[in-house]
C-alpha cells in the first residue's frame, strides 16, 4: 500500500520581469570584460617575463654566417614555420621596437598615446582606492571605463596619424621578420646546437 508523503510550500511567488534597457547599456555591454580574465601589473610582468626567458641570444639571431638562400620553395616554407617557432620571442621584441621608433619619429601621436594610457592609468588608480565612475547614472566596471577611453581616444588618435603608423609596423616588421625567417638556416643552428650536446654526454 502506497504512502502519501505531504511536503509544504510557502512563500510569495513573483514573476521576474525582462529589464528595460536602453541603447546605451545595451552598447556599453558589447565591451564588457569578462570578470575572470586577470588584468593586472603582476599577469603582465608574468607574460613579459616568460618571453624574456624564452629569448634566443642576439649573438645567435644577429650571426650572418648563419644566413643563406633557401634551396627550394618547399624548404623555405619549414625554414620559416621554424624560424617562427624559435625565435618568436625575439621577432616579439623586433615588432616592439619598431613600435617604439614609429611612437619616437612621431611625437603628436606620442602624446596622444600617453594622454590615453595616463586617463587609463589613473582610472585603475581610482578603482584601487573603491571610487566608482558613473555615466549617466550607471556605474561602469574597469573594463568598460577603458573600453570608453579608448572609444573617445580613437579620434584622436586618427588625428595623430595613427592609422598610418600602424601599418607601417605592420609592414615593416612583416618585411623585416619575412626576411630573416626566409634567409636564416635554422637547420645548421639546431645541428650544432645537437652535436654540441652529444659531446657534452660524452
Sequence with gaps: MAQHIEIGVTGDLS??????????????????????????APVVQEWVQQRRENIRPWMTFFNSANFRKPPSLARLT???LANVEYFK???LFVYIGLVLYCLITSPLLLIAV???AGVGYLLYL????????????RELPLGQQYALVAICSLPIFYLAGAGA???WVFGASFFLIGLH???YNIDA???????RFDLEEV
Excluded at 546605451?24 to 588584468?39: G, N, Y
Excluded at 581610482?126 to 547614472?137: F, Q
Excluded at 643552428?189 to 652535436?195: G, I, K, V
Aim: proline residues 7%; contains cysteine; aromatic residues 10%.
Design 15 to 40: 514573476p521576474i520581469l525582462p529589464q528595460k534597457d536602453d541603447g546605451f547599456a545595451a552598447a556599453l555591454r558589447m565591451f564588457q570584460l569578462p570578470s575572470s580574465v586577470p588584468f593586472g
Design 78 to 80: 619549414k625554414r620559416v
Design 89 to 91: 620571442s625575439n621577432y
Design 114 to 116: 600617453c594622454a590615453s
Design 126 to 137: 581610482r578603482s584601487k582606492e573603491g571610487l566608482k565612475v558613473n555615466v549617466l547614472g
Design 165 to 167: 603608423a600602424l601599418f
Design 181 to 183: 625567417a626566409a634567409f
Design 189 to 195: 643552428l639546431l645541428a650544432s646546437q645537437e652535436d
